[in-house]
């Protein structure tokens, strides 16, 4: 980790701590001093999320995006795509605002695409939890946790961000009070038990392993996370006075009350399991007075779900109805849960059947010792060349039954292998570079001349007597003309190829003039 990322690492938790204006502050005079930098980027779209700046962060993530290609990075690219896609998502479900679901889940799967080719351990991190919370917004649940336990171990692993683990752990639990929260709403009360128990085992383990200078911060949110655990399932008495203090703490850090808005419905809960009904309500009124607009559709539901429930319980007629309400509301949104789940599931199947399609294709193209194109993909590339004029080299190696016979297969591959790489070192980007079967080479190189062909095929033979503890030497055949002929072109280039090895080979020989061959009118 550089001293820029680890920078931008240290203000990322910052913005999220408390300190969000410094840390945007910081971030945006960084910038400036030493360029682009796609972290940099991420801690401003972090800040400007949590003042609720949304138009800015999105600005940030753009300008991010950019800057992770630039840098050839898949990790932060992923990292910028699973945020947009959380933040179009949240903005689509709380603001009303129109946004296309499809690009959402397209860009989640093409940044889980990123994330698992990515070894550098920071931007690794950060892609996975990116795409993790994109998935929480959508209520995917089951598609949540492996990220965050993907970023645990990496972290677990690379030392310079060890102390993050205890944030991942707090994550996980909170996956899963939110899932409880759901659960509790569709009537399956044993699997939101189930579920809280879970979270209560990670925000333990979270609390203890937590660490740097925000540890304060993340044990009391840890903590928090454990005592919400408990309101529904052994210890009401303790989780209510627990809640209560952790949420103190959490707001005099300067966390946004949003952030722990989802332990109102637990401290309620716990407060109504130990007796004091009165308190319970009133305690999740003013909960329901105080929602923002960007609470969520989870959040919001469960807080007025648990407000019926407390309505009814202090024995008011018109929290019945406003019960069955919330139930056939709450069935609706676990269905459409469902359906997006299947969405994104037959999304990311169908994604991961092209992408082997591609790499199948790709490989039957390939010369599997080599590395570069087969025969198959040479006379496909001469079928489809019809523009313009083109030249061809024929080679054949020299001399390699001698390595064979002398040094062994292991050798001869060895040689094939150096052959091939010093023939794509002396051509463009255009060129196609094909071993067309045992020691047998062709290059179809569109647009040039002959003359110049034939200064490429000078270059191979010199670079392949160059190559050390290799006697191998080419015979190069040369021949040019338009591309429709290029059937005829090849031909003669091969011809031309078998007059240099007759000559004994390590040399070039050119066809003669392509006009002058052709058959008499």
Not at 177 to 204: I, K, S
Not at 361 to 378: E, P, S, Y
Not at 445 to 473: H, I, K, Q, S
Request: net charge negative; aromatic share 6%.
């Amino acid at each position: 980790m550089d001293d820029v990322t680890r920078e931008a690492m240290r203000l990322l938790e910052e913005a999220q701590a408390g300190g969000t204006h410094e840390a945007l502050e910081r971030a945006g005079t960084l910038l400036l001093q030493v360029g682009d930098r796609a972290c940099l980027h991420f801690v401003r779209a972090v800040a400007y999320d949590v003042l609720g700046d949304p138009t800015s962060s999105e600005q940030a993530l753009d300008e991010m995006l950019a800057a992770a290609e630039r840098e050839d990075s898949p990790g932060w690219q992923a990292c910028a795509l699973g945020t947009r896609a959380s933040q179009r998502a949240r903005l689509g479900e709380t603001h009303a605002v129109e946004y296309d679901l499809d690009s959402v889940m397209r860009d989640l799967v093409q940044a889980e695409t990123y994330a698992v080719i990515e070894t550098e351990p920071v931007a690794a991190v950060h892609a996975r939890v990116a795409i993790a919370f994109a998935l929480m917004e959508l209520r995917l649940y089951e598609l949540v946790g492996p990220h965050y336990e993907a970023a645990y171990e990496i972290c677990a692993h690379d030392s310079s961000q060890s102390g993050k683990r205890s944030m991942w752990l707090i994550n996980l639990a909170e996956l899963h009070l939110h899932w409880a929260l759901e659960l509790y709403q569709v009537g399956q009360v044993q699997q939101a038990e189930d579920h809280t128990a879970q979270a209560e085992v990670y925000a333990v383990r979270a609390a203890a392993e937590v660490s740097g200078p925000a540890a304060d911060v993340w044990r009391s949110y840890a903590l928090l996370a454990a005592a919400c655990a408990k309101a529904d399932r052994h210890d009401p008495t303790t989780a209510a006075v627990e809640i209560s203090t952790h949420q103190a703490k959490l707001q005099a850090y300067g966390m946004s009350p949003l952030v722990v808005a989802f332990c109102e419905p637990f401290h309620a809960v716990a407060l109504r399991r130990t007796g004091r009904l009165d308190e319970a309500l009133e305690l999740i009124g003013r909960a329901v007075a105080a929602l923002p607009g960007d609470a969520g559709v989870l959040i919001t539901s469960a807080t007025h779900h648990t407000h019926a429930l407390l309505l009814a319980a202090h024995g008011s007629a018109d929290a019945k109805a406003a019960l069955a309400y919330g139930a056939t509301l709450a069935a609706a949104l676990w269905q459409q849960r469902q359906r997006t789940l299947h969405s994104f599931t037959t999304m990311k199947s169908l994604d991961l059947l092209r992408r082997r399609h591609e790499q199948a294709a790709r490989a039957a193209d390939l010369d599997a010792l080599t590395g570069i194109a087969n025969r198959r993909a040479f006379d496909e590339a001469v079928r489809r060349t019809q523009d313009g004029d083109v030249a061809v080299l024929v080679i054949d190696t020299d001399k390699f039954k001698q390595i064979n016979d002398t040094a062994g297969h292991e050798a001869g591959d060895a040689a094939l292998r150096a052959i091939a790489t010093a023939l794509t070192a002396n051509v463009r980007d255009q060129d196609l570079v094909a071993r067309l079967g045992g020691d047998e080479f062709a290059v179809l190189l569109p647009g040039l001349d002959t003359g110049t062909a034939y200064e490429m095929g000078r270059r191979m033979v010199d670079a392949v007597r160059a190559l050390p503890d290799c006697p191998a030497t080419l015979s190069i055949g040369v021949a040019g003309g338009p591309a429709v002929d290029l059937q005829e072109i090849v031909r003669r280039a091969d011809a031309a190829m078998y007059r240099a090895k007759r000559r004994g080979g390590d040399d070039v020989e050119e066809c003669e003039d392509y006009i002058e061959q052709l058959p008499a009118a």
